[in-house]
Nanobody, 126 residues
Framework: QVMVVESGGGLVQAGGSLRLSCAAS????????MGWFRQAPGKEREFVAA????????YYVDSVKGRFNISRDNAKNTAYLQMNSLKPEDTANYYC???????????????????WGQGTQVTVSS
């Protein structure tokens, strides 16, 4: 069993930055792929970014490429999402997830993740 807890959300102006953290407990984070998803009111949960167990070959949705960076520190059992050049359309509740994801193409599929946090709200004002 793995518990993941997100933090770092908040209110920021367009063009600003935030760094989200995802702290895991229960089992070693290095055993799992880590993903970030988001859900805006009235919309479905959307894949944002993911990293494999090693942290190599991060995977991003096109809308955040060049602005967001996913990373992980397995020694600290923590994953991060650095968000730069934020836009109002980035406003959502952001969720961290951990899972045993075998195929790279599956990193964007929420059903492949077993453990989810409660989310942290990110609001970007125009």
């Amino acid at each position: 069993q793995v518990m993941v807890v997100e933090s770092g959300g908040g209110l920021v102006q367009a063009g600003g930055s935030l760094r989200l953290s995802c702290a895991a407990s229960g089992r070693t984070l290095s055993n799992y792929a880590m993903g970030w998803f988001r859900q805006a009111p009235g919309k479905e949960r959307e894949f944002v970014a993911a990293t494999r167990r090693s942290g190599a070959s991060p995977y991003y949705v096109d809308s955040v490429k060049g602005r967001f960076n996913i990373s992980r520190d397995n020694a600290k059992n923590t994953a991060y999402l650095q968000m730069n050049s934020l836009k109002p359309e980035d406003t959502a509740n952001y969720y961290c997830a951990a899972g045993v994801v075998v195929y790279y193409s599956d990193l964007r599929r929420p059903e492949k993740y077993n453990y989810w946090g409660q989310g942290t709200q990110v609001t970007v004002s125009s």
